[in-house]
Each structure stands twice: as structure tokens, then as C-alpha cells.
């Protein structure tokens, strides 16, 4: 159910108090007379989760602040908690001078407040204020962030601070524990580039010059690399004692890069994906997060000293990616070693039994249009950018479908489905079951089958999460009868 009123009024009162945790600021851009509509009761009171959407000043590093925007005045904006299938209200406040739109990221909500331009989702205007219900669905970690299309503006969408976690109380624990932590990548200062993205894992496969075909695109670099809004060495490390375990919620919320951390001298046994528990959780030493995927894993903490919980890569992590872990007791400069190198592998924590065969197979061909030199890349699905004039491709409620992702570039594509979860049928060759995600990261030339089983109408946006191959054609809308 949604029920929503908007209000143009510039001073709106605040309230804390939604599960003794401070609630995130996101906003939702306004659509005008297109906008989805959504039943009209407003609801009066409090709300249970006031969103800011302002002016924040984060320092990342000694002497180093970034201005940016962000959620209730920080970012990451303070982590959401909410209890499944309890409908709350939600008031939205704008204070910035151009319309803004939120995403709630892996939850099933109608389109109205699923925040999304594509989907005809209620928008917040500069200044002013939205209110609506919802009703937070599924369980487990999930994020919130802008929604918004800066293209070529590098100080929007998702290279600003708009984003926070969100999570959404399971009836059944991911694993006991003696702590638990929220961490979110992020990096900062974001400029344009020749240089394109390495692939580091082994066999991965380089597209070769073609005969008169323009040179690469722009791509995006960064400066610094943060955890939690903090880069390595700024800010309390994380704190633990030997023989705890402790529940690491990680989420990458980059606009861009596709990421891997580790933690010397331990190992990450993940117990869910994109807020869902897996069916096997698996022993791993190197975690890998495409854009907006989320890994929530217990560490069993039984090797003292102070490590370095952080990228592989070493230039980033020495412009900030990575935090310290720090046993009681225990001092000294932190220590890093590098892992072996090892190929993610989502199959290993599914299951080898055989699926239902799909109502109807549908292929999603990714390619590339270089843009040459000094000009943007442009990304299509079966041949075609997105057109938001093209009728969306018909989905209905209830029946299977299985969706072929086909990656025929060198790119790494996060790709997204909103308003569902998908279930991994095949990755790379290899059969699986089990493993239920929202974003599934597909690497260059190679191909992962999920089905789909849609549960609500509406439009329903598809996108690579990475925030220049969105922009530029890498979309594509179905509707859901």
C-alpha cells in the first residue's frame, strides 16, 4: 500500500526516532503530470523516517573534506533499520535547487516510491516535501541512494554522498554473533580518463582492436577511496576482541568501480548476498562486490595484532581503501598481505539441484559503442540504446522467466533489476540454484542465466549499475501486466 501527499512548505519540522536509529535523508525527483500515481490519503503525525537530502561536508582524510550532498547531514547517511512487512511513513525533504529522486535498492515496492525517473516514480522538488507509506519488503541488507541521471556532471547521481544503508530486520538471525558492523565503499573526486578499468582475474579476456573502429571513450578515475566515509588511517579502526565473531554487512557503493577486499589473516564466511541468505555459506579469503552489491559475512576473530581490512589493489588502497582492524590489547602499525589471487564464484554457495524450466527465455546482449576520443561510450541491450519513447517489453505477474545476460564486451557489467529478486540458474557454464540476488556481476564475454518470477505490476526498470553506463543507453524498461 502507498499513500502519499506533497507539500511545497520550506521549514518542515524533524524527528528522530525510527528503532533508536537516525533516519537517512534520500529524495525522489519530481515528474510533474507524468508522475506514478499512488492512492491519495495522507496520513497525519509524525512520520516513522524523515529523509534529508542537503549540503554535507565529509572529511575523509586529515585536512581533507569533501562537499557534496548527502542524507541527515552525512555520508553515508545513518544506517535504517526497519522490521519486514511493517508499514511505515516516510517524509522526504528536498533542500537542494534541482529536483531529486531516491531509490529504495532491493526492496519490492510499488513504482510510485521505488524512485526511479524510467519507472514514472513520484519525484521530490527543490525545497519541497514528500510523504508516502511503505512497506518494507524483503528482509536483509538493502541500500538507498539518488536515482538521478547527471550524465556528463560528475558532482550527481551517485559520484556525490546520497546513498545509506537500509536494513530490514530478518524473523531469523544470518548466523550468531558477538558484533556487527555496516561498512560501505565509496570513492571521491571522480574525473575523466583514457586509461580503462584492469581486470585482474586470470583468463579474463581483452576485446582486440577492430579495423576502423574509434578508440575508447572516457572512462571515470578517482582520487581518494574511502570506508564509511573514511579513508585507511583517518578515523577509530574497528574494534574487536579474539574469539568474537562478528557479522560484516558490506556494501559497495560506488558509482563505478567493481571492487574486492580482504582481511589478512582471517577468512569472510558469507552467510548472505544482497541482503538474502545464501543456501551454502561458504569459507572465502577475498570478498568481490560488483556496483551496489552487498555481502553480509562472519569473521571468526582468533589471529591478534592490527590488520588492514582493505582492496588488493594497492594504489587504492593507498589513496584510502581500507580500514583497521584492531584486536583489544594489541598496537603497532597495521599490517597488509596480499591474498592470492582466486576467481569470485557465485555457484559455490547455491545448490546442484535442477530448477523449474521457464515459461519464456528472453536474451539480453550487451554491447558497446566506443566514442572515440574525447567523447562518452554508449552501451546498448540487443542492439539498442535506451529509448524512452520505446514501448516497455511486457512481463506477467506470475509466469517464469529466465533472463540471459550475454556480456559481448571486455566490460564488467553490474547489472540491476528493480522492485524484484532474481534467482542464479547458470553462471558461466556452470548450473546453480539457490543463490537469490538483486545485482549480479557479469564479467567481460561471458554469460549468467537467472529467472524472474515478477509478483507485482508496474514498470520495472533493468540497468548496468554502473553510473556512465547507465547514462549513456544501458537500460531497459519492462511492464509488468
Same mark, same amino acid.
Given at each position: 500500500?502507498?499513500?502519499?501527499?506533497?507539500?511545497?512548505?520550506?521549514?518542515?519540522?524533524?524527528?528522530?526516532?525510527? %528503532?533508536?536509529?537516525?533516519?537517512?535523508a534520500?529524495?525522489?525527483?519530481?515528474?510533474?503530470?507524468?508522475?506514478?500515481?499512488?492512492?491519495?490519503?495522507?496520513?497525519?503525525?509524525?512520520?516513522?523516517?524523515?529523509?534529508?537530502?542537503?549540503?554535507?561536508l565529509?572529511?575523509i582524510?586529515?585536512?581533507?573534506?569533501?562537499?557534496?550532498?548527502?542524507?541527515?547531514?552525512?555520508?553515508p547517511?545513518? %544506517?535504517? &533499520?526497519?522490521?519486514?512487512?511493517?508499514p511505515?511513513?516516510?517524509?522526504?525533504?528536498?533542500?537542494t *535547487?534541482?529536483?531529486?529522486?531516491?531509490?529504495?535498492?532491493?526492496?519490492?515496492?510499488?513504482?510510485?516510491? *521505488?524512485?526511479?525517473?524510467?519507472? !514514472?516514480?513520484?519525484?521530490?522538488? @527543490?525545497?519541497?516535501?514528500?510523504r508516502?507509506?511503505?512497506?518494507?519488503?524483503?528482509?536483509?541488507?538493502?541500500?538507498?541512494?539518488?536515482?538521478?541521471?547527471?550524465?556528463?556532471?560528475l558532482?550527481r547521481?551517485?559520484?556525490?554522498?546520497?546513498?545509506?544503508?537500509? $536494513?530490514?530486520?530478518?524473523?531469523?538471525?544470518?548466523?550468531?554473533y558477538?558484533?556487527? %558492523?555496516?561498512?560501505?565503499?565509496?570513492?571521491w573526486?571522480?574525473?575523466y580518463?583514457?586509461?580503462?578499468?584492469?581486470?585482474?582475474?586470470?583468463?579474463?579476456? !581483452?576485446?582486440?582492436?577492430?579495423?576502423?573502429?574509434? @578508440?575508447?571513450?572516457?572512462?571515470?578515475?578517482?582520487?581518494r577511496?574511502?570506508?564509511?566515509?573514511?579513508?585507511?588511517?583517518?578515523?577509530d579502526?574497528?574494534?574487536v576482541?579474539?574469539?568474537q565473531?562478528?557479522?560484516?554487512?558490506?556494501?559497495?557503493?560506488?558509482?563505478?568501480?567493481n571492487?574486492?577486499?580482504?582481511?589478512?589473516?582471517?577468512? #569472510?564466511?558469507?552467510v548472505?548476498?544482497?541482503?538474502?541468505?545464501v543456501?551454502?555459506?561458504?569459507?572465502?579469503d577475498?570478498?568481490?562486490?560488483?556496483?551496489?552489491?552487498?555481502?553480509?559475512?562472519?569473521?571468526?576473530?582468533?589471529?591478534?595484532?592490527?590488520?588492514?581490512?582493505?582492496?588488493?589493489?594497492?594504489?587504492?588502497?593507498?589513496?584510502?581503501?581500507?580500514i583497521?582492524?584492531?584486536?583489544?590489547?594489541?598496537?603497532?602499525? @597495521?599490517?597488509?598481505?596480499?591474498?592470492?589471487? !582466486?576467481?569470485?564464484?557465485?555457484?559455490?554457495?547455491?545448490?546442484?539441484r535442477?530448477?523449474?524450466?521457464?515459461?519464456?527465455?528472453?536474451?539480453?546482449?550487451?554491447g558497446?559503442?566506443?566514442?572515440?576520443?574525447?567523447? #562518452?561510450?554508449?552501451?546498448?541491450?540487443n542492439?539498442?540504446?535506451?529509448?524512452?519513447?520505446?514501448?516497455?517489453?511486457?512481463?506477467?505477474?506470475? &509466469?517464469?522467466?529466465?533472463?540471459?545476460?550475454?556480456?559481448?564486451? *571486455?566490460?564488467?557489467?553490474?547489472?540491476?533489476?528493480?522492485?524484484?529478486?532474481?534467482?542464479?540458474?547458470n553462471? $558461466?557454464?556452470?548450473?546453480?540454484?539457490?543463490?537469490? !540476488?538483486?545485482?549480479?556481476?557479469?564479467?567481460?564475454?561471458?554469460?549468467?542465466?537467472? *529467472?524472474?518470477?515478477?509478483?507485482?505490476?508496474?514498470?520495472t526498470?533493468?540497468?548496468?549499475?554502473?553510473?556512465?553506463?547507465m547514462?549513456?543507453?544501458?537500460? %531497459?524498461?519492462?511492464?509488468?501486466?
Amino acid at each position: 500500500m502507498v499513500v502519499y501527499h506533497t507539500d511545497m512548505d520550506q521549514t518542515p519540522k524533524t524527528r528522530r526516532n525510527f %528503532l533508536s536509529d537516525a533516519a537517512l535523508a534520500t529524495g525522489l525527483l519530481w515528474s510533474g503530470c507524468n508522475r506514478a500515481r499512488a492512492p491519495e490519503e495522507p496520513t497525519s503525525g509524525p512520520a516513522d523516517v524523515t529523509l534529508r537530502i542537503g549540503s554535507v561536508l565529509v572529511d575523509i582524510a586529515k585536512d581533507h573534506t569533501i562537499s557534496t550532498i548527502g542524507y541527515n547531514g552525512a555520508s553515508p547517511g545513518p %544506517l535504517i &533499520r526497519l522490521r519486514e512487512g511493517v508499514p511505515v511513513t516516510v517524509d522526504l525533504f528536498n533542500e537542494t *535547487d534541482t529536483p531529486e529522486l531516491v531509490h529504495w535498492h532491493g526492496q519490492i515496492v510499488p513504482v510510485a516510491v *521505488d524512485g526511479a525517473e524510467e519507472e !514514472k516514480s513520484l519525484f521530490v522538488p @527543490p525545497h519541497g516535501k514528500l510523504r508516502y507509506r511503505l512497506t518494507p519488503q524483503p528482509s536483509g541488507a538493502r541500500f538507498v541512494h539518488t536515482h538521478v541521471m547527471p550524465m556528463s556532471d560528475l558532482t550527481r547521481g551517485t559520484y556525490s554522498g546520497q546513498f545509506g544503508f537500509v $536494513y530490514i530486520e530478518p524473523k531469523v538471525n544470518p548466523g550468531q554473533y558477538d558484533q556487527e %558492523l555496516f561498512l560501505a565503499t565509496h570513492e571521491w573526486e571522480p574525473f575523466y580518463t583514457t586509461e580503462e578499468e584492469e581486470d585482474e582475474e586470470e583468463g579474463a579476456v !581483452k576485446k582486440p582492436p577492430q579495423k576502423d573502429e574509434k @578508440p575508447n571513450g572516457w572512462e571515470i578515475g578517482y582520487q581518494r577511496f574511502t570506508i564509511n566515509g573514511k579513508c585507511l588511517g583517518f578515523g577509530d579502526p574497528v574494534r574487536v576482541k579474539e574469539g568474537q565473531r562478528v557479522l560484516f554487512h558490506f556494501l559497495n557503493a560506488s558509482a563505478t568501480e567493481n571492487i574486492q577486499l580482504a582481511l589478512p589473516g582471517h577468512q #569472510f564466511q558469507v552467510v548472505a548476498i544482497d541482503g538474502n541468505a545464501v543456501p551454502h555459506p561458504q569459507l572465502v579469503d577475498v570478498l568481490e562486490l560488483g556496483t551496489a552489491e552487498r555481502i553480509d559475512a562472519v569473521v571468526e576473530m582468533k589471529n591478534p595484532g592490527v590488520w588492514i581490512l582493505g582492496t588488493p589493489k594497492d594504489d587504492d588502497r593507498k589513496n584510502g581503501m581500507g580500514i583497521v582492524v584492531e584486536y583489544a590489547n594489541k598496537s603497532g602499525a @597495521p599490517r597488509w598481505v596480499k591474498p592470492q589471487k !582466486k576467481p569470485w564464484d557465485y555457484s559455490i554457495f547455491g545448490e546442484s539441484r535442477p530448477v523449474p524450466n521457464p515459461d519464456e527465455v528472453i536474451p539480453l546482449a550487451f554491447g558497446k559503442i566506443n566514442g572515440g576520443a574525447g567523447g #562518452f561510450n554508449h552501451w546498448t541491450v540487443n542492439g539498442k540504446e535506451y529509448d524512452a519513447k520505446a514501448e516497455p517489453r511486457v512481463l506477467h505477474k506470475g &509466469r517464469r522467466y529466465r533472463l540471459i545476460f550475454d556480456n559481448q564486451t *571486455d566490460d564488467a557489467h553490474p547489472v540491476h533489476l528493480h522492485r524484484n529478486s532474481f534467482e542464479l540458474t547458470n553462471v $558461466y557454464g556452470k548450473s546453480t540454484a539457490g543463490v537469490l !540476488k538483486d545485482v549480479v556481476l557479469v564479467k567481460g564475454f561471458k554469460k549468467i542465466e537467472v *529467472d524472474v518470477t515478477p509478483a507485482m505490476e508496474g514498470l520495472t526498470l533493468f540497468h548496468c549499475h554502473q553510473q556512465l553506463h547507465m547514462d549513456y543507453g544501458f537500460k %531497459l524498461l519492462f511492464n509488468v501486466v
